[in-house]
C-alpha cells in the first residue's frame, strides 16, 4: 500500500528524520492520510435531527457495529443507503471493503462509495481520492484524487486537505505549487490534524513555499510534540538549544529530548546520550548516557555502537553493569498514531 509523506530539508540544524529533502518527493510507507479508515463513521448530520426518519435506524446499525453484531449492522447500512442515507452508504461501503459483517466485496464497496460522494459525504470524497490517488481497486488517477481531496477539503475534512496540501508540493495531478501547500498544510494544522503540524512546521523553518519563520515552525512542532509526535519533541529540543524562534534554553532541550528518547527516537537517544555525559541542561549521568547509547546501538546505529564502546571502558564497572540494566529493560513509550520518525 502506498503511503506517502513530506518531510521538510534539513535546515538551520533541525534534523527531521528521516533526513529527507522535500525536492526529493520520497514516498515513506507510513500511517497517515492515504490510507482507509478500519472503522464506520458513527455519527452524521443527517441522523442528528430527531425528525430524520433515518435517524433511529442509524442508531441503530451504529449500535449494533459497536456491539461487535457487524451482519446486523451492515445489513441496517446496506437498508439506509437504498433508501439515500449519505453516511450509511458510506459506512456500507466501508464494511464491504474490508469484509466486516460478511464478504469482501471491492466492486461493491467503490459503487457505494461514489454514491455518498454524490452527497458530498466528507469521508466518502476522502475514500475515493485515496483510491484514485493508489490505483487502489480503480484505475490510478491523481487529477481524479486531487478532486476528490479538492470537494471534502471545501467541506472541511481537514485529511483532505492535508492530502491536496501533499499533492501541491509533490506535483501529484496537479503542478507543484509550494506556496499553496504551505497554505493548505496550515489550514488543516488549524484543524488538528497532527501531522499537518508537524510538516508545516518543517517547511517553515525551511522556508519552502514562503519566507523562514522559526517562531511558527517552533508552535507547530510544540503543536505536533502535544500530539505524542517524538519528533516534534526532538526539534523542539535542537530549537530550544539554538535559540532558534524562541529563548535558548538547555534544560528544556533535554526535556523534550527525554520525551523523544523515550518514545523511540534514535537521533533523540544519541542527543540526550551526549547531553548526560557532559551535564548539560541538567546533572551529569554517565550511566544514563551509557544505556543511551546502547539502546541506539541495539535499533541500528553505528555510531552509538562506537560510542558506547568508549565510555564504557572509562566506567567502573558496576556502572556499565547498570546501564546494561538499563538498556535491556528499555521499551519505547509511543503514541501508536503519531510515533512515525524513530528511525535514524
Known sequence: MLVARIYSALVAGLVLSPGLALAQGV???VPGAQELPASIALNSDPAKSAEDPMAEPFRRAVAAYEQGNLEAARDGFRELAAVGHGISAYDYALMS???QGGGQDRALAIKFFDTAAKQEVPQSLHALGVLYLQGNGVAKDPSAAVGYFTQASQLGYAAS????????LNGWGIDKDPAAGRALLEVAAEQGFPEAAYDLAGLLAGGVGGERDPVSARHWFAKAAEAGDPFGHYNLALMA???SGGGKDPALARRHLEIAAEAGAVPAQIRLAYFLAGGEGGRRD?????????????LGDASAAENAKRLAGAMPAADVAAAGRRAEAFQPHRSDAKSKRTGG
Not at 486537505?161 to 501533499?166: D, K, R, S, V
Open 161 to 168: 486537505t492535508y492530502n491536496l496540501a501533499l499533492a501541491h
Open 27 to 29: 514516498d515513506l510507507t
Open 286 to 298: 554517565r550511566v544514563g548516557a551509557l544505556a543511551w547509547f546502547r539502546i541506539a546501538a541495539g
Open 241 to 243: 538549544l539554538a535559540g
Open 97 to 99: 471493503w474490508w469484509g
